[in-house]
T-cell receptor
Framework: EPEVTQTPSHQVTQMGQEVILRCVPI?????FYWYRQILGQKVEFLVS????????KSEIFDDQFSVERPDGSNFTLKIRSTKLEDSAMYFC?????????????FGQGTRLTVV | GQQLNQSPQSMFIQEGEDVSMNCTSS?????WLWYKQDPGEGPVLLIA?????ELTSNGRLTAQFGITRKDSFLNISASIPSDVGIYFC????????????FGKGTKLTVNP
Protein backbone atom coordinates (compact mmCIF):
# COMPACT_ATOMS: atom_id res chain seq x y z
CA GLU A 1 0.00 0.00 0.00
CA PRO A 2 1.40 3.43 -0.90
CA GLU A 3 2.62 5.46 2.04
CA VAL A 4 4.21 8.76 2.94
CA THR A 5 7.81 8.26 4.07
CA GLN A 6 9.86 10.67 6.15
CA THR A 7 13.55 10.91 6.98
CA PRO A 8 15.22 11.02 9.37
CA SER A 9 13.04 9.46 12.05
CA HIS A 10 14.89 11.41 14.73
CA GLN A 11 17.03 14.54 14.43
CA VAL A 12 18.94 16.20 17.23
CA THR A 13 20.29 19.65 16.53
CA GLN A 14 21.86 22.53 18.37
CA MET A 15 19.90 25.72 18.84
CA GLY A 16 20.57 28.11 15.98
CA GLN A 17 21.42 25.39 13.48
CA GLU A 18 19.54 24.78 10.26
CA VAL A 19 17.65 21.52 9.76
CA ILE A 20 16.01 19.99 6.73
CA LEU A 21 13.28 17.42 7.18
CA ARG A 22 12.54 15.24 4.19
CA CYS A 23 9.39 13.59 2.93
CA VAL A 24 8.39 11.47 -0.03
CA PRO A 25 4.64 11.90 -0.56
CA ILE A 26 2.43 9.29 -2.18
CA UNK A 27 3.29 9.35 -5.88
CA UNK A 28 -0.03 10.38 -7.45
CA UNK A 29 -0.85 12.97 -4.80
CA UNK A 30 -0.82 16.65 -5.68
CA UNK A 31 -1.21 18.37 -2.31
CA PHE A 32 1.47 18.25 0.34
CA TYR A 33 1.42 19.36 3.95
CA TRP A 34 3.56 19.76 7.02
CA TYR A 35 2.11 19.48 10.51
CA ARG A 36 3.80 19.44 13.87
CA GLN A 37 2.93 17.95 17.23
CA ILE A 38 4.58 19.19 20.39
CA LEU A 39 4.90 16.37 22.91
CA GLY A 40 1.54 15.55 24.47
CA GLN A 41 -0.36 18.13 22.45
CA LYS A 42 -2.56 18.10 19.39
CA VAL A 43 -1.41 18.07 15.80
CA GLU A 44 -1.08 21.58 14.34
CA PHE A 45 -1.08 22.67 10.70
CA LEU A 46 2.02 24.43 9.40
CA VAL A 47 1.76 24.72 5.64
CA SER A 48 0.18 23.33 2.49
CA UNK A 49 1.86 23.19 -0.90
CA UNK A 50 0.43 22.73 -4.37
CA UNK A 51 1.72 23.32 -7.87
CA UNK A 52 5.16 24.27 -6.56
CA UNK A 53 4.00 27.00 -4.28
CA UNK A 54 2.64 27.52 -0.79
CA UNK A 55 -1.14 27.61 -0.88
CA UNK A 56 -1.81 28.15 2.81
CA LYS A 57 0.26 28.61 5.95
CA SER A 58 -0.40 29.08 9.62
CA GLU A 59 0.90 31.72 11.99
CA ILE A 60 3.44 29.18 13.21
CA PHE A 61 5.05 29.08 9.77
CA ASP A 62 7.13 32.25 10.04
CA ASP A 63 10.22 33.40 8.13
CA GLN A 64 12.35 30.74 9.78
CA PHE A 65 10.45 28.04 7.91
CA SER A 66 10.50 27.23 4.22
CA VAL A 67 9.32 24.35 2.05
CA GLU A 68 10.54 23.07 -1.24
CA ARG A 69 9.87 20.35 -3.77
CA PRO A 70 13.36 20.03 -5.21
CA ASP A 71 12.49 17.20 -7.58
CA GLY A 72 9.52 15.08 -8.59
CA SER A 73 9.40 13.03 -5.46
CA ASN A 74 10.77 14.87 -2.42
CA PHE A 75 9.13 17.53 -0.29
CA THR A 76 11.26 19.25 2.34
CA LEU A 77 10.76 21.48 5.35
CA LYS A 78 13.68 23.71 6.34
CA ILE A 79 14.04 25.49 9.63
CA ARG A 80 16.78 28.09 9.25
CA SER A 81 17.74 28.81 12.83
CA THR A 82 16.20 26.34 15.23
CA LYS A 83 14.87 27.35 18.62
CA LEU A 84 14.24 25.19 21.65
CA GLU A 85 10.49 25.54 21.10
CA ASP A 86 10.82 23.98 17.65
CA SER A 87 11.29 20.61 19.34
CA ALA A 88 8.34 18.50 18.20
CA MET A 89 7.24 15.68 15.94
CA TYR A 90 6.94 16.94 12.39
CA PHE A 91 4.54 15.10 10.13
CA CYS A 92 4.38 15.27 6.38
CA UNK A 93 1.06 14.47 4.72
CA UNK A 94 -0.25 14.29 1.19
CA UNK A 95 -3.60 14.07 -0.55
CA UNK A 96 -4.93 13.59 -4.06
CA UNK A 97 -7.23 16.57 -3.98
CA UNK A 98 -7.73 19.79 -2.10
CA UNK A 99 -10.96 19.18 -0.24
CA UNK A 100 -14.24 17.29 -0.43
CA UNK A 101 -13.82 13.58 -1.01
CA UNK A 102 -10.14 13.70 -0.31
CA UNK A 103 -8.15 12.17 2.48
CA UNK A 104 -4.80 13.21 3.91
CA UNK A 105 -2.32 10.45 4.63
CA PHE A 106 0.43 11.07 7.15
CA GLY A 107 4.00 9.87 7.37
CA GLN A 108 5.44 8.32 10.50
CA GLY A 109 7.03 11.62 11.50
CA THR A 110 10.44 13.08 12.31
CA ARG A 111 11.14 13.76 15.95
CA LEU A 112 13.15 17.00 16.12
CA THR A 113 14.99 17.71 19.33
CA VAL A 114 16.66 21.10 19.68
CA VAL A 115 19.26 21.29 22.44
CA GLY B 1 -14.22 29.28 16.49
CA GLN B 2 -11.84 26.84 14.82
CA GLN B 3 -11.38 24.72 17.89
CA LEU B 4 -12.45 21.11 17.94
CA ASN B 5 -13.52 20.05 21.40
CA GLN B 6 -12.84 16.37 21.81
CA SER B 7 -14.05 14.26 24.70
CA PRO B 8 -13.35 12.38 26.76
CA GLN B 9 -9.67 13.18 27.21
CA SER B 10 -8.94 9.61 28.27
CA MET B 11 -10.75 6.33 28.71
CA PHE B 12 -9.90 3.15 30.61
CA ILE B 13 -12.00 0.18 29.58
CA GLN B 14 -12.05 -3.59 29.76
CA GLU B 15 -11.48 -5.69 26.69
CA GLY B 16 -14.78 -6.42 24.99
CA GLU B 17 -16.45 -3.18 26.02
CA ASP B 18 -17.79 -0.65 23.54
CA VAL B 19 -16.28 2.84 23.37
CA SER B 20 -17.67 6.16 22.27
CA MET B 21 -15.91 9.47 21.80
CA ASN B 22 -16.99 12.69 20.17
CA CYS B 23 -15.93 16.05 18.85
CA THR B 24 -17.86 19.28 18.68
CA SER B 25 -17.21 22.73 17.31
CA SER B 26 -18.93 26.02 16.77
CA UNK B 27 -17.59 26.00 13.20
CA UNK B 28 -18.95 24.16 10.18
CA UNK B 29 -16.74 21.55 8.53
CA UNK B 30 -16.72 20.20 4.99
CA UNK B 31 -14.89 17.02 5.89
CA TRP B 32 -14.45 15.13 9.11
CA LEU B 33 -11.74 12.55 9.65
CA TRP B 34 -10.92 10.21 12.50
CA TYR B 35 -7.30 9.19 13.02
CA LYS B 36 -5.54 6.82 15.41
CA GLN B 37 -2.00 7.50 16.60
CA ASP B 38 0.27 4.96 18.22
CA PRO B 39 3.22 6.19 20.32
CA GLY B 40 5.99 7.62 18.14
CA GLU B 41 4.01 7.12 14.96
CA GLY B 42 2.04 9.31 12.60
CA PRO B 43 -1.76 9.53 12.57
CA VAL B 44 -3.39 6.70 10.65
CA LEU B 45 -6.69 7.43 8.96
CA LEU B 46 -9.60 5.35 10.25
CA ILE B 47 -12.74 6.86 8.78
CA ALA B 48 -13.51 9.83 6.52
CA UNK B 49 -16.88 11.59 6.51
CA UNK B 50 -18.00 14.01 3.80
CA UNK B 51 -21.77 14.43 4.00
CA UNK B 52 -23.91 15.82 6.79
CA UNK B 53 -25.56 12.96 8.63
CA GLU B 54 -23.30 10.39 7.01
CA LEU B 55 -22.81 7.20 9.00
CA THR B 56 -19.81 5.11 8.01
CA SER B 57 -18.36 1.87 9.35
CA ASN B 58 -14.91 0.37 9.10
CA GLY B 59 -14.91 -3.03 10.78
CA ARG B 60 -15.66 -2.50 14.47
CA LEU B 61 -15.50 1.29 14.03
CA THR B 62 -18.51 3.45 13.28
CA ALA B 63 -18.50 7.21 12.85
CA GLN B 64 -21.14 9.77 12.04
CA PHE B 65 -20.95 13.31 10.73
CA GLY B 66 -23.45 15.50 12.55
CA ILE B 67 -26.37 16.89 10.61
CA THR B 68 -25.22 20.45 11.36
CA ARG B 69 -21.64 19.63 10.25
CA LYS B 70 -20.39 20.80 13.63
CA ASP B 71 -19.87 17.49 15.38
CA SER B 72 -19.02 13.84 14.99
CA PHE B 73 -18.77 10.71 17.07
CA LEU B 74 -16.66 7.58 16.81
CA ASN B 75 -17.74 4.27 18.28
CA ILE B 76 -15.56 1.21 18.72
CA SER B 77 -17.39 -2.01 19.42
CA ALA B 78 -16.01 -5.04 21.28
CA SER B 79 -12.66 -3.39 22.05
CA ILE B 80 -9.44 -5.42 21.88
CA PRO B 81 -5.98 -4.65 23.33
CA SER B 82 -4.64 -3.36 20.00
CA ASP B 83 -7.25 -0.58 20.07
CA VAL B 84 -4.98 1.17 22.57
CA GLY B 85 -3.78 4.53 21.30
CA ILE B 86 -4.79 8.13 20.89
CA TYR B 87 -7.77 8.89 18.68
CA PHE B 88 -7.98 12.28 17.00
CA CYS B 89 -10.82 13.91 15.21
CA UNK B 90 -9.83 16.32 12.47
CA UNK B 91 -11.89 18.56 10.27
CA UNK B 92 -11.50 20.61 7.16
CA UNK B 93 -13.33 23.89 7.57
CA UNK B 94 -16.07 25.02 5.24
CA UNK B 95 -14.86 27.94 3.18
CA UNK B 96 -11.97 26.48 1.29
CA UNK B 97 -9.22 26.18 3.87
CA UNK B 98 -7.00 23.22 3.11
CA UNK B 99 -5.73 22.69 6.60
CA UNK B 100 -6.99 20.05 8.97
CA UNK B 101 -7.94 21.27 12.42
CA PHE B 102 -7.30 18.58 15.02
CA GLY B 103 -8.93 17.83 18.33
CA LYS B 104 -6.76 17.27 21.39
CA GLY B 105 -7.25 13.53 21.24
CA THR B 106 -8.79 10.76 23.33
CA LYS B 107 -6.31 8.39 24.92
CA LEU B 108 -7.74 4.89 25.03
CA THR B 109 -6.45 2.21 27.37
CA VAL B 110 -7.85 -1.31 27.08
CA ASN B 111 -7.28 -3.72 29.94
CA PRO B 112 -7.13 -7.37 28.88
Amino acid sequence: EPEVTQTPSHQVTQMGQEVILRCVPISNHLYFYWYRQILGQKVEFLVSFYNNEISEKSEIFDDQFSVERPDGSNFTLKIRSTKLEDSAMYFCASSEGKWQNTEAFFGQGTRLTVV
Amino acid sequence: GQQLNQSPQSMFIQEGEDVSMNCTSSSIFNTWLWYKQDPGEGPVLLIALYKAGELTSNGRLTAQFGITRKDSFLNISASIPSDVGIYFCAGQLKGGSEKLVFGKGTKLTVNP
